[in-house]
């Protein structure tokens, strides 16, 4: 079944019903930042944040948790657009033990519709380049790769992707 925005949220799991108990919440206390935390160190191991980090990103980016029942999922990152360049940084994470049920589409797609709403004529996204499974969702999703980059200290490339 597609969503509002189109997006098909049929997954592997075969039934837009059997995933349609995800529940998304902001995270607004010290457990629902720590859930966030958890994914997104999870998924990006090389870039660890600690829970003032994400504190100080809740502040600045729209970012939602997902449970499918009681049990942490994924999470998402929009940084909203800027005004000179309308451009909007949509990130979906999913646990990896989560992936290939339909998760990340309906994570992908609120994330995406939330980076519209807020203005945006330009969607990015930035994935770390050992995570396949990110790569892989991103390119079938019609983002083409713009960059690819290390930071400083790090070891593993980065790479941004716009959609096409």
């Known amino acids: 079944m597609p ?3 189109g997006v098909d949220v049929r997954g592997a799991l075969g039934s837009a019903a059997e995933v349609s108990d995800l529940r998304f919440q902001q995270p607004d206390d010290d457990v ?3 859930d966030w935390q958890h994914v997104h160190n999870a998924i990006i191991p090389t870039h660890l944040l600690s829970l003032d980090e994400v504190r100080e990103r809740a502040q ?6 997902a449970y499918h029942g009681d049990l942490l999922v994924g999470c998402s990152t929009v940084r909203p657009p ?3 360049t309308a451009t909007a940084t949509v990130i979906a994470r999913v ?6 049920q339909g998760f990340g589409e309906q994570l992908y797609g609120r994330a995406l519709n939330r980076a519209r709403e807020l203005g945006a004529n330009v969607i990015e996204t930035v994935v770390l380049s050992s995570n396949e499974d990110g790569l ?3 390119y079938q999703h019609g983002f083409v790769e713009t960059e690819r980059y290390l930071l400083p200290g790090e ?3 980065w790479i ?3 959609l096409s």
Do not use: C, W
């Open 32 to 34: 629902t930042l720590r």
């Open 155 to 157: 070891t593993i490339a």
């Open 136 to 138: 892989r969702f991103a």
């Open 3 to 5: 969503a509002a925005n």
């Open 82 to 84: 800027s005004d000179e």
């Open 95 to 100: 646990l990896p033990a989560h992936r290939g």
């Open 60 to 65: 600045r980016n729209y970012l939602e948790v």
């Open 160 to 162: 941004d992707l716009r």
